[in-house]
C-alpha cells in the first residue's frame, strides 16, 4: 500500500493553475527528490503532503485512508510528517528545547525526551551546542538543528524543502550524510526539494520532476525547454546555441526535452563545435562519479569512476557532449 | 539658580521619607497599578485573539483601536463622570472622586493602547514559528502559546508603555479623582497644584520620582529581554 495517494489535485491560485497531478503515489520507506524550476509548484506539494494546506480539489490518501481536512483530524497525521523548511526558524529557546519542543508537545517525559535530544543532536553533530541560545546559531547550523528537531520526532516521513540551498559546504556534507544514512535505513519515507541535480541524483533513487505544476513524466535528469524542428526527416530540439540533441515524436515548435545523464558520454574536444562547452564540476559519489558540462546550458552528465578515469578529463578540459538518442525524451511544450 | 535650588530641595525631600510626597506617590503607584493590570487582563488576550487569527471585519477592529489611542483623557473623564455622577447610571456606587472612579477612567485609556500594541506585536511574528509549530504536532492552543512566547516582548512593551501613559496622564485623575489630598492625590495632580501655588520643590521632586519609575521600568524590561535572550 502506498504511503501517500493523490488523486486528481489542483491547487488554483488567482486562477492560475499552480499544482495539478492527476495521479502521485509516494511509497513507504523510499527516498526521492522533488525537482522542477522555480514555480513548479513543488513548495504547494509539500505543504500538501505535510498537512498544512487542502488542496483546492482532489484527493490525498495517507496509509490508504481519505485525509479530511480538519484540524482534530489533521494533528494525528502531523505527527507523522515532518517538514523542514528552507529558512527554518529557531523558537526563542534553547537548541535542547528546540529539537525536544515536538516530544514536549506529545507528553513524553523529561529523561526519555533528553535522550532522544542527545540522540538526534548527535546524528547532526550539534550536541554540543545543546544548550546553546537556538536563533544566535549560523544558517548551516540552524539547518541542522531543524532536521534534529523534526527528526526527535521520528517521523514516518522527512519533507526537506531545499535543506542545503543557503548552507556552505562543511554544513552541506552533513546534512546530505543524514540523509543518507536515514535513506539507507529505509524507515523513513525521504522527499528532498531540491535544485541541485547531483545531490538528487545521488541521495535519492526516485524522482518526482513538477513542471509549471504538472508531473513530467521523465524520472530523472536534465531538462529544459526548446525548439524542435525537422531536417530531412530528422527532428533536433535546439536548446540552446550550440546545444542541439535529437529528438523525436512531438510536433515542431516549443517542447520540453529530457535528457538521461547516464545516456551522454564525453570525449576531449579539440576546438569549439557542436555540444561542447567546458567541463565546469566533477563530483564523486561513491563509485560513480556526477559531471556538469557548460553547454551555454548546464548538462548534467553521471559515469561510472571506472569510465570516467578512462577518459583522463578534469575541471575546466574542452569536451564534447554525446548524446544517445534513447536518452532524450521530448513533451510537448507549455 | 532658582531651579537648582528648588532641585536640591526636591531630593531632600526624597532622601527624607517625606511623608505627603511617598503619600503622593503611593496613590500614584496603586491607581496605576491596579488600572494597568485591570487593562491587561482584557487587553492582552482581546488583541491576541484579533492579531491571530483571521475574521471579517479584522481591519476596521484594528482601525479602532488605532484610533483610540488618540482618545483625550478630558473626554475619557466626561464620559465615566456623566456614568458615575449622582444622576449617572451607575451613581448610587459612589464611586466619584474615588480612587476606583481613577481606576475605571484610565482603563478606558489604556487598554486600546495595550490592544493594538499587541496586536502589532503577534501580527509582526513569522508565519513560519506557526508553520513550524503545526509541522511539529502542534495543536491550536500550543501554536497559539508559541506565538505569544515570541510575542513576550512586544507584549511586554506594550504593558509598559500603557503604565507609563496611567502614571503620567493628568485629565482623568483630576476630573474623576478630585486631587482629593491623601486619597485620589496622584503625582501628576499634585504637581499641577504645586504649580499653580508656585510651590515648585515638592512638584521637581516628584517630576524626579515620576522619571525615576519610567527609568525603572524600562531597565527592569530591559534586564528581563537580556536575560532571556542570553
Known amino acids: 500500500m502506498s504511503l501517500f495517494e493523490l488523486r486528481k489535485i489542483r491547487m488554483v491560485y488567482d486562477g492560475r493553475v499552480v499544482l495539478d497531478l492527476p495521479e502521485l503515489k509516494i511509497e513507504p520507506g523510499l527516498a526521492y527528490s522533488l525537482q522542477g524550476p522555480n514555480g513548479a509548484g513543488k513548495s504547494t506539494l509539500l505543504d500538501i503532503l505535510s498537512f498544512l494546506n487542502a488542496p483546492h480539489e482532489g484527493e490525498v490518501r495517507f496509509d490508504g485512508a481519505p485525509v479530511a481536512w480538519k484540524e482534530s483530524y489533521l494533528r494525528p497525521l502531523r505527527r507523522k510528517v515532518a517538514l523542514v523548511e528552507q529558512h527554518p526558524v529557531m523558537f526563542s529557546r534553547s537548541v535542547r528545547e528546540n529539537v525536544g519542543y515536538g516530544l514536549a508537545i506529545r507528553g513524553m517525559d523529561q529523561a526519555e525526551r533528553r535522550r532522544r535530544v542527545n540522540e538526534a543532536l548527535d546524528l547532526v553533530g550539534l550536541a554540543h551546542l545543546a544548550e546553546a541560545y537556538a536563533p544566535r546559531l549560523s544558517g548551516g547550523e540552524t539547518q541542522r538543528v531543524a532536521i534534529a528537531r523534526a527528526l526527535a520526532n521520528r517521523p514516518r516521513v522527512l519533507l526537506l524543502d531545499e535543506p542545503t540551498a543557503s548552507v556552505d559546504t562543511q554544513n552541506r556534507v552533513i546534512i546530505e550524510q543524514v540523509v543518507a544514512e536515514l535513506r539507507d535505513q529505509g524507515e523513513t519515507t525521504i522527499v528532498l526539494c531540491t535544485h541541485n541535480r547531483s545531490q538528487a541524483w545521488a541521495l535519492c533513487p526516485h524522482v518526482i520532476f513538477l513542471e509549471e505544476g504538472r508531473l513530467v513524466p521523465r524520472s530523472r535528469g536534465n531538462s529544459y525547454a526548446g525548439i524542435l524542428s525537422f531536417e530531412e526527416g530528422q527532428g533536433w530540439c535546439r536548446i540552446a546555441e550550440g546545444f542541439r540533441v535529437p529528438a523525436s515524436g512531438c510536433e515542431p515548435g516549443r517542447v520540453r526535452i529530457g535528457i538521461d545523464p547516464e545516456g551522454v558520454r564525453l570525449e576531449r574536444a579539440d576546438g569549439p563545435g557542436l555540444n561542447c562547452g567546458p567541463l565546469v564540476k566533477v563530483r564523486l559519489e561513491g563509485d560513480t562519479v556526477s559531471l556538469s558540462v557548460n553547454l551555454g546550458r548546464p548538462l548534467d552528465v553521471h559515469m561510472r569512476l571506472k569510465e570516467f578515469r578512462a577518459t583522463g578529463l578534469g575541471v575546466g578540459d574542452l569536451v564534447r557532449a554525446e548524446i544517445h538518442p534513447a536518452a532524450v525524451d521530448c513533451y510537448p511544450g507549455q | ?66 484610533t483610540m489611542l488618540a482618545l483625550p483623557t478630558v473626554v475619557i473623564g466626561l464620559l465615566v463622570y456623566s456614568v458615575l455622577s449622582r444622576r449617572g447610571v451607575f451613581g448610587s456606587l459612589g464611586w466619584l472622586y474615588t480612587q476606583k472612579a481613577m481606576i475605571v477612567g484610565q482603563i478606558i485609556l489604556i487598554t486600546p493602547i ?99 519609575i519610567s527609568l525603572l521600568v524600562n531597565v527592569l524590561l530591559g534586564y528581563v529581554q537580556g536575560r532571556t535572550r542570553r
Open chain 2, 1 to 66: 539658580m532658582f531651579f537648582l535650588d528648588s532641585l536640591w530641595a526636591a531630593f531632600e525631600l526624597l532622601l527624607g521619607f517625606d511623608p505627603e510626597l511617598l503619600r503622593i506617590v503611593g496613590v500614584s503607584l496603586n491607581v496605576s497599578f491596579w488600572s494597568t493590570l485591570a487593562a491587561c487582563v482584557v487587553g492582552v488576550p482581546a488583541g491576541f485573539l484579533i492579531g491571530i487569527t483571521g475574521f471579517r471585519g479584522k481591519q476596521a477592529v484594528i482601525t479602532f483601536f488605532n
Open chain 2, 114 to 212: 495595550i490592544v493594538a500594541f499587541t496586536i502589532a506585536a503577534v501580527s509582526r511574528i513569522d508565519d513560519r514559528y506557526r508553520r513550524t509549530a503545526l509541522t511539529l504536532g502542534a495543536s491550536r492552543r500550543q501554536v497559539a502559546m508559541v506565538v505569544l512566547h515570541e510575542a513576550r516582548f512586544g507584549i511586554m512593551a506594550a504593558i509598559v508603555a500603557a503604565f507609563g501613559r496611567v502614571i503620567s496622564e493628568i485629565g482623568i485623575s483630576m476630573m474623576l479623582g478630585g486631587n482629593a489630598k491623601g486619597f485620589t492625590r496622584t503625582m501628576t495632580t499634585a504637581m499641577a497644584l504645586e504649580y499653580d501655588k508656585g510651590e515648585f520643590v515638592l512638584a521637581l521632586g516628584l517630576g524626579v520620582v515620576l522619571l525615576g
